[in-house]
């Protein structure tokens, strides 16, 4: 059985850092591309930061300085660490990991950013 379980949301202010996780389980997680994706309250879900299997890294135009996405193969886990937290980057957070045609979410994470 597959699962992916995010972690380490929560309510932070602007300006501060998170770090979320994404423990996996049931898959050779190190053959998997990791994901970061969020999803605003109205607005379509999007693709925030991406990591390979090789470890190559992509981002979101407007989180580019600010998060870093990591995987540690080891721990079966992914994470985004994000830094210099914006309201606007309030959402819920999915991980995802794909393998050929095979792609699994977690159940999300909220992070919300407000003083």
């Known amino acids: 059985q597959v699962q992916l379980v995010e972690s380490g949301g929560g309510l932070v202010q602007p300006g501060g850092s998170l770090r979320l996780s994404c423990a996996a389980s049931?898959?050779?997680?190190?053959?998997?591309?990791m994901a970061w994706y969020r999803q605003a309250p109205g607005k379509q879900r999007e693709l925030v930061a991406i990591?390979?299997?090789?470890?190559?890294?992509d981002y979101l135009n407007s989180v580019k300085g600010r998060f870093t996405i990591s995987r540690d193969n080891s721990k079966n886990t992914a994470y985004l660490q994000m830094n210099s937290l914006k309201p606007e980057d309030t959402a819920v957070y999915y991980c995802?990991?794909?393998?050929?045609?095979?792609?699994?979410w977690g159940q999300g994470t909220q992070v919300t950013v407000s003083s």
């Open positions: 995802k990991g794909s393998y050929n045609q095979n792609n699994y």
């Open positions: 049931g898959i050779i997680f190190s053959a998997y591309n």
């Open positions: 990591i390979t299997r090789g470890g190559s890294t």
